[in-house]
């Protein structure tokens, strides 16, 4: 079994910057996917960005390309997400994933609130 634990969400102004972390616990993530998503209130939940196990591939949506950063430190299984330039829009539960497919993971966390005023 694995537990995934975010951390670091807040409510910050536009144009300032948030950094999530997720921390897994219960087994080690040997070559799995892990990423994020969001779900904003009414909306459906959306992939936010996604590493590899190597930390070499990265993938974004379009939506966050140039302004989300998204890192991995295996030795301590955590995943990171810098988030700069922070918009309204950006405002939404954030979830750590692991085990990545797609839209489908086999792992998720409980999600982090994050909130960006105008």
């Known amino acids: 079994q694995v537990q995934l634990v975010e951390s670091g969400g807040g409510l910050v102004q536009a144009g300032d910057s948030l950094r999530l972390s997720c921390a897994a616990s219960?087994?080690?993530?040997?070559?799995?996917?892990m990423g994020w998503f969001r779900q904003a209130p009414g909306k459906e939940r959306e992939f936010v960005a996604a590493?590899?196990?190597?930390?070499?591939?990265?993938y974004y949506a379009e939506s966050v390309k140039g302004r989300f950063t998204i890192s991995r430190d295996n030795a301590n299984n955590t995943v990171y997400l810098q988030m700069n330039s922070l918009k309204p829009e950006d405002t939404a539960v954030y979830s750590c994933?692991?085990?990545?497919?797609?839209?489908?993971?086999?792992?998720w966390g409980q999600g982090t609130q994050v909130t960006v005023s105008s």
């Open positions: 994933a692991a085990d990545i497919r797609g839209v489908v993971a086999s792992y």
């Open positions: 590493i590899s196990w190597s930390g070499r591939s990265q």
């Open positions: 219960g087994r080690t993530l040997s070559n799995v996917v």
